[in-house]
């Protein structure tokens, strides 16, 4: 905070003004909604929505986040805490609130320890997948509220608003914002104006079921006033936490940086990710301390608050004291809110996480991605949320795994008339009958070496009459103890057979550790400083 309030200047406070109001428009119905898919009383959600933004505003670094309940998060409280007490009762609130308590001291470590590049190990595919299942899950969990009544069956007035505010939402989602702007608003406004279309749908039907007497289920009572800072524990529940903890403390940090990352990119402006760990960390203890649940910072939320003109966190700051203001002034109304209706902006607001470009674009691109991320929707669907993050962290490490254990090597060729030398497949390229040239494009470890030396071998079985094997190690970046262990088994082959074995460009580095290996005294060749060096040499030709 002290970062840019140095800099805050006056010309700032309208954007942060005007944001922080939108967004506390769209926290009071989303907040509670949120809520709800957690398993909790939907004040918890509003609850959870005042002092982690004010502690993230303190310590978190994007100038756009905003902070607070969010579906996925939501999701994996309510899978996290569903076997171990009943949703909504006394216990489920404070195991809610202990669960935050984990979570923010999680990333609170992982922030001191500086280990924010742990964000770095869940692709993108997999991550698409976890939201699409997801996504399906809180939807379907959604159905029983919006029709008054567990599947099939069907409570007629429940059902009949839950529908219509769906279908007004979905309308509002895809005709609002262009409608505004032929009424003339300007295009952010129109945007901001149709983010804002769930609160007033809420609000109609609030006054519809307040008008008409409908039987139809609401909110219920909600306590005046703030909540009140205490920490209420279930120590016998430490243990069955903590391992929810580690993954809601993933998941909040992967989803808060995603967010924050996509902001800064449009402002040029820098994310730092032990930072974020950090103030994230303090937002959820901070929700844990005021009776609330997990947070994170919310990729729609945020938009809207970067959209509505937030400059700086201050924004985040106005619209927690917005909230904590509705919650001293009379809660009356808040008691009538249908839960139809707030079943309904659930279910379209994770809708807008159905994104299917990823799939597309990995289908095309890279069918093992694109298998990663069926894997994983298919995982959280069939085995829950917690074993969809467990699906989707094995495969992103698997698909890395998979990959360095099988470089690309290219058999290279020189270009006639150059210096350059391409691969023999992708460009016209000549070779010499008794020199053959390999360019590895991966660092050599325990994974890969194996494979290395089986395709140095399919290639001198085509090649008989090779007498010089050149390894062009420009792309190699390390090579481990295996890697070395198995060049020198590779070095005392082909002497046995009578092929010498040359390196060609290593860099600096590899070169280091090599002098401090036996490899280099023993090699049955040499090592040169370019390839064309290494040719010119071994053919006689220029």
């Not at 032990?274 to 994170?296: K, R, Y």
Request: glycine residues 10%.
């Amino acid at each position: 905070m002290l970062g840019w309030l140095r800099q805050y200047r006056r010309g700032l406070l309208a954007g942060d003004i005007s944001a922080g109001i939108v967004v506390a428009m769209m926290m009071i119905p989303q907040g509670m909604a949120y809520a709800m898919v957690a398993g909790l009383p939907p004040v918890v959600g509003l609850y959870a929505s005042i002092l982690p933004p004010l502690l993230y505003a303190l310590f978190g670094s994007s100038m756009a986040q905003s902070v607070g309940p969010m579906a996925i998060i939501s999701l994996m409280t309510a899978a996290a805490l569903a076997p171990l007490a009943a949703p909504g009762s006394g216990l489920y609130i404070v195991l809610a609130a202990q669960l935050a308590l984990l979570s923010g001291v999680v990333l609170l470590v992982c922030g001191l320890l500086r280990i924010g590049f742990l964000a770095n190990f869940f692709s993108r595919p997999v991550m698409s997948g976890f939201t699409i299942g997801s996504a399906l899950v809180i939807a379907y969990g959604q159905l029983p509220a919006l029709a008054g009544a567990d599947l099939p069956a069907l409570h007629l007035p429940s059902a009949l608003l839950g529908i219509g505010s769906l279908l007004l939402l979905l309308a509002a989602r895809s005709w609002l914002a262009p409608l505004l702007r032929r009424l003339g608003m300007r295009p952010a406004a129109a945007d901001v104006g149709a983010r804002l279309a769930p609160m007033a749908v809420v609000i109609g039907a609030t006054v519809l079921v307040a008008s008409l007497g409908l039987d139809v289920r609401t909110t219920g009572a909600v306590p005046t006033g703030l909540p009140s800072l205490n920490l209420a524990l279930s120590h016998a529940h430490w243990r069955p936490l903590l391992q929810p903890a580690l993954l809601i403390g993933f998941m909040i940090f992967l989803i808060s940086m995603s967010a924050a990352q996509a902001l800064a990119l449009k402002r040029q402006e820098k994310v730092h990710s032990n930072m974020e760990l950090i103030g994230l960390g303090a937002a959820n203890v901070g929700s844990a301390l005021t009776g609330g649940f997990p947070v994170t910072g919310s990729m729609s939320r945020s938009a809207v608050n970067f959209a509505a003109g937030a400059n700086t966190p201050l924004a985040s700051v106005i619209t927690a004291l917005l909230l904590a203001l509705a919650l001293v002034a009379p809660t009356g109304w808040l008691a009538l809110i249908p839960l139809p209706a707030l079943a309904a902006t659930i279910i379209v607001a994770v809708l807008t996480m159905l994104e299917l470009s990823t799939l597309r674009v990995a289908l095309r691109y890279d069918r093992g991605d694109a298998l990663a991320l069926v894997a994983t929707a298919a995982g959280v669907l069939a085995f829950g949320v917690e074993a969809g993050v467990v699906i989707g962290v094995v495969l992103s490490m698997g698909t890395l795994i998979w990959r360095a254990s099988r470089p690309h090597i290219a058999v290279l060729g020189r270009i006639a008339g150059t210096e350059h030398f391409r691969n023999i497949e992708r460009y016209p390229a000549g070779t010499a009958p008794d020199v053959l040239m390999l360019r590895i494009d991966a660092g050599l470890f325990f994974g890969n070496v194996d494979a290395v030396n089986a395709r140095v071998e399919d290639e001198l079985a085509q090649r008989p009459s090779t007498r010089h094997l050149v390894l062009v190690l420009s792309a190699v970046n390390a090579i481990d103890t295996s890697a070395l262990f198995g060049l020198a088994e590779l070095n005392q082959m082909l002497r046995a057979r009578g092929i010498g074995l040359h390196l060609a460009e290593v860099k600096g580095p590899v070169m280091d550790r090599l002098k401090a290996s036996d490899l280099l005294s023993t090699l049955n060749g040499k090592v040169y400083l370019s390839t064309v060096m290494a040719w010119d040499e071994l053919t006689g030709k220029t």
